[in-house]
């Protein structure tokens, strides 16, 4: 695989990180990152970013990487062994590949840093919580006080034209809350997606760890410190092919891809458990309205209330007593209908977030009502015969 040397390249009201990649199994396509214009000050035009987006597909294929570009030391050193090691215990049949460099910057305490700290913001629990601690806690040191929020496209949007709308629509929509916390919104569209070729092994969940640290990287020239909201308990952070998702090894990667001379990259928020993060967030009256926890295709702007992930916060906010605040981001007539259902998961305590809830509602003598213990019988019958 060769990559070429990077280009920016300014058109109309945006900014273009650019790069040609020519493979055996991908042909010749251009990989690139594009933002608004006026964040051009912090887009780097070293080879980084594309080396970290492509990693894994040069990987997978089995391909050697040809960089053009300028790429930096550290990055350098840690992608050609230990990092690929780590990718290969999570995806086995990823093979060890060789990156031929052109150009290896070592950089000194005399280049200049950058000035901002960033962070992803998808106005969910952990994202809100890493500005619960990062930014509106008085006591945060200056240094790691965010200054900007980012909305990156990678392929979490389910790729495609589809994908692209889901973006613009997802960005839309967080705007207005971005602009009332009071912190610069920056969008950042890229084709990352298309590298990665609807394959198995290397489908979003095993691989966004890796997508998203290419952007922070994209970024480096003008942000020092990029935090990644980790939405795992320091107890379940694991490098491991039986242990999924990839979010998992996320402090492992992220300390490899942090040139501690340009830009840190860090996992955060794994001290608290999700329980805690929802009490927490639910101090920031930013979050009444925009919390966003759902997943479901078609929920709109509003939380669909019924599904998985949308059920557990809302269960959570209940045993706190503060499910009213909630309001107008969920449907609570929705959640009321579906309430006993999963209040009697949550006494039958089959996972680590059923696990938390029920503790949870034993510290605040939260009154289950009678349906949810009728359900519970039913959930543990059958969490039994599936054990079998
Ligand atoms: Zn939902």
Request: aromatic letters at 12%; hydrophobic letters at 40%; a positive charge.
């Amino acid at each position: 695989m060769k990559i070429s040397c990077p280009k920016l390249v300014v058109d109309g009201e945006l900014v273009r990180y650019e790069v040609s990649v020519t493979s055996e199994h991908l042909n010749t396509m251009k990989l690139f990152y594009e933002l608004d214009k006026e964040h051009i000050e912090i887009v780097s035009d070293y080879a980084d970013a594309a080396l970290v987006g492509l990693l894994m597909p040069a990987m997978y294929y089995g391909e050697d990487i040809h960089l053009e570009g300028k790429v930096s030391e550290n990055i350098y050193w840690n992608i050609s062994f230990r990092l690929q090691k780590l990718l290969q215990i999570f995806i086995p049949s990823l093979s060890q590949i060789n990156i031929y460099a052109k150009e290896i910057i070592t950089r000194d305490e005399s280049m200049q840093k950058g000035h901002e700290c960033a962070t992803g913001f998808s106005g969910g629990v952990d994202s809100f919580c890493t500005l619960a601690d990062y930014f509106y806690n008085p006591l945060c040191p200056k240094s790691s006080k965010v200054t900007m929020l980012t909305f990156n496209n990678v392929g979490s949007h389910w790729g495609g034209k589809k994908g692209d709308e889901l973006f613009l629509k997802g960005y839309n929509e967080l705007l207005p809350a971005a602009t009332k916390i009071g912190l610069p919104f920056v969008k950042i569209d890229s084709n990352l997606d298309e590298f990665y070729k609807n394959e198995s092994e290397l489908r979003f969940i095993k691989t966004l760890v890796m997508r998203n640290a290419s952007v922070a990287l994209l970024l480096q020239k003008g942000v020092r410190k990029f935090l990644h909201s980790s939405s795992h308990f320091y107890e379940h952070i694991a490098v491991n092919s039986n242990v999924q998702p990839i979010t998992r090894t996320e402090p492992f990667i992220f300390r490899l891809l942090s040139s501690c001379d340009t830009m840190e990259i860090l996992s955060i928020g794994s001290e608290y458990k999700r329980v805690e993060k929802i009490e927490i967030v639910s101090n920031i009256k930013e979050s009444y309205k925009n919390l966003d926890v759902c997943t479901t295709e078609g929920a709109g702007k509003k939380n669909c209330s019924a599904c998985i992930k949308c059920l557990r916060t809302l269960t959570a906010l209940d045993v706190l007593g503060i499910l009213e605040l909630y309001k107008e981001s969920f449907d609570l007539k929705t959640y009321k209908k579906n309430k006993n259902k999963f209040l009697g998961k949550v006494l039958a305590r089959n996972n680590e977030f059923t696990n938390e809830i029920y503790e949870l509602a034993l510290k605040k003598k939260f009154a289950f009502p009678a349906m949810s213990y009728l359900y519970s019988v039913y959930y543990r019958l059958r969490y039994l015969i599936k054990k079998r």
